[in-house]
Antibody, heavy 122, light 107 residues
């Protein structure tokens, strides 16, 4: 059974760097075809894809946020870490990590963490 | 960048209705289109992937169709638990974009 859980600060100040950790179980990110994505949803707004990291350490980023994002994996701990620099109140959102379905050409996210609300405020 | 436009942005329907939601890409995305259901306080739930494949455990009243730039999600015989917001998501070139969402509420 695949599970994911996000952890990190609930409040960050403007200009600070956000670091979120996704701890997962039920799969290995070193197995061919696996991937983990980060998606966020500001209050009252739509879902927004941020980044996906793959089993071969390939990484894809939202073009609009690429300069602010870093994603890394620790296969020994079954964790993926997202960092986002220069946080702004507009980055206030619920941040989700999600498992990318294996063996599907459209790379859907089939398992999701519960999400963590991050508020950016001084 | 590929932009996804959903229509309508919201609709009101009754239990038992048939509902269709549209999703349009600004360039061809082949079949690389997924659909999710989102309820407040609950993570998104995958419904349909690769345009028309029903995800495991999803009721058969949900179906998807389309290709290229125009796609749709249909809910046959709307149930009380289907009142939610629905999002399409494209994954062409392994860069993902979500649509703006369609909220289905009770008439």
């Amino acid at each position: 059974q695949i599970t994911l859980k996000e952890s990190g600060p609930t409040l960050v100040k403007p200009t600070q760097t956000l670091t979120l950790t996704c701890t997962f179980s039920g799969f290995s990110l070193s197995t061919s075809g696996e991937g983990v994505g980060w998606i966020r949803q500001p209050p009252g707004e739509a879902l927004e894809w941020l980044t996906t990291i793959y089993w071969d350490d390939d990484k894809r980023f939202s073009p609009s946020l690429r300069s602010r994002l870093t994603v890394t994996r620790d296969t020994s701990k079954d964790q993926v870490v997202l960092t986002m620099t220069n946080m702004d109140p507009a980055d206030t959102a619920t941040y989700y990590c999600a498992h990318k379905m294996r063996y599907s050409s459209s790379d859907p996210f089939d398992y999701w963490g519960q999400g963590t609300l991050v508020t950016v405020s001084s | 960048d590929i932009q996804m436009t959903q229509s309508p942005s919201s609709l009101s329907a009754s239990v038992g209705d048939r509902v269709t939601i549209s999703c349009r890409a600004n360039e061809s995305i082949s079949h690389y289109l997924n659909w999710y259901q989102k309820k407040p306080g609950i993570p998104p739930k995958l419904l349909i992937y690769s345009t028309s494949s029903l995800h495991s455990g999803v009721p058969s009243r949900f179906s998807g169709s389309g290709s290229g730039t125009d796609f749709s999600l249909t809910i046959n015989t709307l149930q009380p638990e289907d009142f939610a917001t629905y999002y399409c998501q494209q994954s062409y070139n392994i860069l993902f974009t979500f649509g703006g969402g369609t909220t289905v509420d009770i008439k």
